[in-house]
Every structure is written in structure tokens, then in C-alpha cells.
């Protein structure tokens, strides 16, 4: 079984920052790709950003410039850095990856609890 952790979410005044970081623990061989994914009241569940283990990096348009996805291999850990916050940026975050399990060697698909960011006008 593997848990995906988060943290750093919380209110912020618009233009300002928050650091989100997601932590992949359990049974663990690797981890092919990892991302973020929002949820606004009402609507449906986005991709945000996405980071393969190579470190290739791609962005919805909304964030494009703003936001910066990172991991740390080693750590089992993907990082959200977001910049410029807007109100339209408040919803659930949640982390998501692709992990093959130490045993089996399967991949599956595990997903973070969600951590709350809300921007302030």
C-alpha cells in the first residue's frame, strides 16, 4: 500500500505565494509520473501540472508561468510552487502518482487527501 501526503495549503491575499509538497510513502519501487490536480466548488477535477521521473514538465494554461512543479527522487516528493495566486486559483489541490509497487512490480495510480488553498481578493 503507498499514502501520498500533502501540505502547505492555506489562505493567502491575492499576488501572493504558497508552496504545496506531497509525500509518496509505503511500498515503493518507483515512481513513473507525479502531478497536481484541482477541484473548485461545482466543478470538475483539473490537471494543474504533471512532472515525469525524467523531469519533463507540462502546465494547464491557466498556470503557465505562475505555477512550478518539481520533485525530489531520493524523497519520494512532488512540489507545487505557485506565484501570483488569484482568486480563481482557490480549490482542493490534490497530489497523484503513478507508483510500481515494490513487490509486484504493478503500477497503480494513488491520489493525495487534498489540501485546501483559498486566494483572497
Known amino acids: 500500500q503507498v499514502q501520498l501526503v500533502e501540505s502547505g495549503g492555506g489562505l493567502v491575499q491575492a499576488g501572493g505565494s504558497l508552496r504545496l509538497s506531497c509525500a509518496a510513502s509505503?511500498?515503493?519501487?518507483?515512481?513513473?509520473?507525479m502531478g497536481w490536480y484541482r477541484q473548485a466548488p461545482g466543478k470538475q477535477r483539473e490537471l494543474v501540472a504533471i512532472?515525469?521521473?525524467?523531469?519533463?514538465?507540462n502546465y494547464a494554461h491557466s498556470v503557465k508561468g505562475r505555477f512550478t512543479i518539481s520533485r525530489d527522487n531520493a524523497k519520494n516528493t512532488v512540489y507545487l510552487q505557485m506565484n501570483s495566486l488569484k482568486p480563481e486559483d482557490t480549490a482542493v489541490y490534490y497530489c497523484?502518482?503513478?507508483?510500481?509497487?515494490?513487490?509486484?512490480?504493478?503500477?497503480?495510480?494513488?491520489w493525495g487527501q487534498g489540501t485546501q488553498v483559498t486566494v483572497s481578493s
Open positions: 497523484n502518482a503513478e507508483v510500481i509497487d515494490r513487490y509486484n512490480r504493478i503500477g497503480r495510480d494513488y
Open positions: 509505503g511500498s515503493i519501487f518507483s515512481i513513473n509520473g
Open positions: 512532472i515525469t521521473s525524467g523531469g519533463s514538465t
